[in-house]
């Protein structure tokens, strides 16, 4: 039996929409099935059975300071993930600052079992945004791995 795994992303400009198509492609040629979805069209029963949660926005902020996961009123309606296996993933410009960071802990609030969280230049998704998720992959067939 494959790896189920969902890829929720709220974009903006459409570079988060693009990690999160090229994060399903790349977990989808490991072999397990994947969607990919747009936090305002969640199928509750996909995540529901879902071995593995990618959940990702973008940075907003200035670019020296005050930065945070964007439209985070939106992930905040993905319904608990009570012990899922998650990992968070953002799209930058210039400087992530610790939105990453944010974005995890805004998940763990929300029960989730955060494996990792890395902000994506949108200049560089092609490259980045697949060796993170085949990073994030390789942690979750871990045991007892932690971000």
């Given at each position: 039996?494959?790896?189920?795994?969902?890829?929720?992303?709220?974009?903006?400009?459409?570079?988060?929409?693009?990690?999160a198509?090229?994060?399903?492609?790349?977990?989808?040629?490991?072999?397990?099935?994947?969607?990919?979805?747009?936090?305002?069209?969640?199928?509750?029963?996909?995540?529901?059975?879902?071995?593995?949660?990618?959940?990702g926005?973008?940075?907003?902020?200035?670019?020296?300071?005050?930065?945070?996961?964007?439209?985070?009123?939106?992930?905040?309606?993905?319904?608990?993930?009570?012990d899922?296996?998650?990992?968070?993933?953002?799209?930058?410009?210039?400087?992530?600052?610790?939105?990453?960071?944010?974005?995890?802990?805004?998940?763990?609030?929300?029960?989730?079992?955060?494996?990792?969280?890395?902000?994506?230049?949108?200049?560089?998704?092609?490259?980045?945004?697949?060796?993170?998720?085949?990073?994030?992959?390789?942690?979750?067939?871990?045991?007892?791995?932690?971000?």
């Amino acid at each position: 039996m494959s790896m189920k795994v969902v890829v929720l992303h709220q974009s903006r400009t459409g570079n988060t929409k693009k990690a999160a198509e090229l994060i399903g492609g790349a977990v989808q040629s490991s072999g397990a099935s994947v969607s990919v979805r747009s936090v305002s069209n969640i199928d509750y029963k996909e995540l529901a059975d879902a071995d593995l949660i990618f959940v990702g926005t973008w940075v907003d902020g200035l670019i020296m300071f005050g930065h945070r996961p964007g439209d985070s009123g939106k992930i905040k309606k993905v319904p608990k993930l009570w012990d899922k296996k998650v990992v968070a993933f953002m799209t930058h410009a210039l400087n992530p600052g610790n939105a990453a960071e944010k974005m995890a802990s805004l998940l763990e609030e929300h029960g989730a079992n955060v494996l990792a969280s890395r902000s994506l230049n949108r200049h560089h998704l092609e490259l980045e945004a697949p060796a993170f998720a085949n990073e994030a992959l390789s942690l979750s067939n871990g045991v007892g791995v932690t971000a």
